[in-house]
């Protein structure tokens, strides 16, 4: 094959594509998987029978299911994240509660609109192992500079004096704890209900009047 040409299979999809499509496949199929079997009673055969892949494929995009379940995570983080960021610029009041209010409704929404995404990322990625609970962290304090960027300038709000890192992972124990319940609940009370309980958390939480955390 001369240098510079992409190979490709018979219906003209290149290597490159194909990889990311497996990847794509396996992220679902770990999102259904873990869901239905929690990710410490699954298997890699259970991935692979969902995703109509083989191991050998599977190795080929990750090292190992703990890798698969950071990818997982960070697949439903990054819905809630692009969610968030149109919702803001979306918002025309610099108004610290309206900001607060679709900040917490877009986020909710894109977590909850698949109950995969709620189950495998606010509750069966909980205390899997060390590492996962770092790189938790690491999310959590992600999410903390966008908060104390809605924060930042605005009439009535506050920053905490240590920063949103104690803060955040106080936030995110309620949204797992609350999401938790909701995904176990039959039938689920209306996401509105979230929205509700996390609003009046993170609005408490950014408020100057609250006391000092």
Known sequence: MAPGRTRHNYTGTSVAERQVERRALFIDAGLTVFAEKSYANSSLSDVCAVAGLSRRQFYEQFAGREELLVAVYDFVQDKAGAAVAEALAAVESDDLRALVDATVRSYTTAITDDIRCAKVAFVDIVGVSPEIEA???????????????????????RIPPGGWRVPMAAFIGAVNGAVHQWSLDDPRPPVDELIDVFTTILNSLMSAASPGI
């Open 135 to 157: 790189y938790r962290a690491q999310v959590r304090a992600r999410w903390g500079e966008v908060v104390s960027a809605i924060a930042e300038g605005r009439d009535g709000a």
